[in-house]
């Protein structure tokens, strides 16, 4: 169990591009992906990637292990499994692009409306070398392509095309308890 510190938006670790992992299955992978897991959990967080834990390699993970747990920011996020991915390449399937609230734990307290593509196929491996391929659309592609975003130092605040679409959770949502982000 470690629950690691979020960097929060500033630090230079985030605005890096991160570097592919080259060995799979290995002691200091499998805790990373741990370290990642337990932060993710204790943030309430729909995902994680390794540079928001000062790690800067190409690792994300999102979703959830327990279905019936309903995620309080993130009300949707019962829809996405618990994935591991690493090394992921991106496909966008169509031009059809959404726009919806999103947040993150390295911008605690405030909440943005971000376009995404709304369908789009995704590769990669999990730990053990295994490899992931899903096509997926909605939340779900929301998620990859937030948690993806931060392999390359992008940050949603960057994608916003309308910054008065942007601003602090509690304003935005006075009625909602938000925890801190
Ligand atoms: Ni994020």
Known sequence: MAIK?????????????????A??????LHQLIQ???DTMQHMNGAGIAAPQIGVSLRVVIFGQKEPIAINP????????????????ELRFIGDKVENDWEGCLSVPGMRGIVPRHLKLHYAGYDQYGNKVDR??????????QHECDH????????????????????????????QDD
């Open 5 to 21: 510190t979020v960097l929060r938006m500033g630090e230079p670790c985030l605005l890096m591009k991160a570097a592919p992992v």
């Open 73 to 88: 920011r993130y009300p949707d996020a019962d829809t996405v499994p618990y994935t591991v991915l690493i090394n992921p």
């Open 135 to 144: 096509l997926v659309s909605g939340f779900h592609a929301r998620v990859v």
């Open 151 to 178: 392999l390359d130092g992008v940050l949603y605040p960057m994608r916003i095309s309308n910054l008065k679409d942007f601003g602090y959770s509690d304003v935005f949502f006075p009625n909602q308890d938000f």
């Open 23 to 28: 060995q799979f299955d290995t002691p200091e």
């Open 35 to 37: 370290d990642l897991e």
